[in-house]
C-alpha cells in the first residue's frame, strides 16, 4: 500500500502535484516540508499560545463570546463535540480570524477579532503568523489546481478574502490509568477548504482509511499535516477525499502532558458558490451528485451539526 506522501514545498509545484494529489485521493492527508513559515514566527507564537492559555481561567473566560459560535476569541473546555459524537471533546481554545478593512463587502460574515490584553505581542503574532499560512495554503491549493488539470490559479479567487480561522489549540494533561490511548478529539471530518495543521509532531493525530483502519500520521518536526477539508470533498465530488480523523493519547510520558497544536481552517470566500467541477462529476454516479451551495450557506449548516451554531 502507497503512503501518505511527504514532499517539499520548495520544490517545483508541477514536481510535486501528482505525489500530493494521489496521497489527498487515497488518504485525504499529506505533509509537507519547506512550507515558508518562519520558524522563528513559530516559536513566537507557541510561546505566546502556552502563555495564554497558562492564564488563570477567569481571564480566560471574560475572552468567551456567548452566541459568537465560537468563531473569535476563546472558547472553553467541554464546548465543541464531533458530529454524532456523545461527549464533547477534551479541549479549548482561541480563535483568530481574518481582518477585513472597514466597509468590506464580506464584513457582514466574518466578526472582529478579538485580543487578550495581557500578553501585548500576540496580536501582531498571530497576524503574521495567519498571513503565513494564508500564503502556504495557496501554495498548496496551487498544486491541488495543477493535479486536477485546472488551471494553475483556479483557487486564488475562491480563497481570496475567505472566511479561514486560526485555531490555537490545548488539550489539557490525562491524569490516571486511563490516560494512555484515550480519546483527546473524537473521530471528525474538517468543514473547510483544506486545513494546515502545525504542531502534529507529538504522536496521536489517526486518520481512517478506505479500508476502515486507523493510521498514525507521522510528521517530521517542523512540517505540516495538509488535509481535504469537505468543501473541497464536495467541489471535487469525492475525488479528493475529506477523511474523518482523531487525535488520541500517546502511550508512554507524553500522555500524561498537555498537547499544544495550531491548525489553519483555509474557507472559500462565503459567497462562492461550491458547484461539483464537471471532470470530477462526471466520474460519479448520479447518485452523488450534489447541487451548488454557497460556502456561507454549508458552513452554518454544518456548524450547527458540532454545537457551534
Request: charged letters at 25%; aromatic letters at 8%.
Amino acid at each position: 500500500m502507497s503512503d501518505i506522501a511527504t514532499v517539499s514545498l520548495a520544490r517545483p509545484l508541477e514536481d510535486v502535484a501528482d505525489e500530493l494529489g494521489r496521497s489527498f485521493e487515497e488518504y485525504g492527508f499529506a505533509v509537507v516540508r519547506d512550507h515558508g513559515i518562519s520558524q522563528t514566527l513559530i516559536d513566537r507564537a507557541e510561546g505566546l499560545s502556552k502563555a495564554f492559555f497558562a492564564l488563570p481561567d477567569e481571564t480566560k473566560r471574560a475572552y468567551h463570546i456567548p452566541g459568537g459560535g465560537g468563531a473569535r476569541g476563546y472558547t472553553p473546555f467541554g464546548t465543541e463535540k464531533a458530529k454524532d459524537a456523545k461527549v464533547h471533546d477534551l479541549k479549548e481554545f482561541w480563535h483568530v480570524g481574518r481582518e477585513l478593512p472597514e466597509g468590506h463587502e464580506l464584513a457582514q460574515y466574518m466578526a472582529d477579532n478579538v485580543w487578550p490584553s495581557e500578553l501585548p505581542e500576540f496580536r501582531e503574532t498571530f497576524l503574521s503568523l495567519y498571513d503565513a499560512f494564508d500564503e502556504a495554503g495557496g501554495r498548496v491549493l496551487e498544486a491541488i489546481a495543477i493535479h486536477l488539470g485546472l488551471a494553475r490559479d483556479f483557487f486564488a479567487p475562491t480563497v481570496a478574502d475567505g472566511n479561514s480561522v486560526m485555531r490555537l489549540l490545548r488539550y489539557p494533561p490525562i491524569e490516571g490509568a486511563e490516560a494512555e490511548g484515550a480519546i483527546r478529539a473524537a473521530a471528525h471530518g474538517d468543514i473547510n477548504t483544506i486545513t494546515l495543521l502545525l504542531g502534529a509532531e507529538e504522536a496521536g493525530l489517526e486518520l481512517l482509511t478506505a479500508q476502515g483502519e486507523w493510521k498514525a500520521i507521522d510528521v517530521p518536526e517542523g512540517a505540516l499535516v495538509i488535509n481535504v477539508g469537505d468543501m473541497l470533498d464536495r467541489l471535487t465530488a469525492g475525488k479528493l477525499r475529506s477523511t474523518q480523523h482523531r487525535v488520541v493519547n500517546p502511550r508512554g510520558e507524553a500522555a500524561y502532558r498537555a498537547r499544544y497544536s495550531m491548525p489553519f481552517f483555509l474557507h472559500f470566500r462565503p459567497d462562492y458558490v461550491i458547484e461539483q467541477l464537471p471532470d470530477c462529476r462526471a466520474e460519479r454516479p448520479e447518485s452523488e451528485r450534489l447541487p451548488p451551495i454557497s460556502s456561507h450557506d454549508y458552513l452554518m449548516q454544518r456548524l450547527r451539526e458540532i454545537n457551534l451554531a
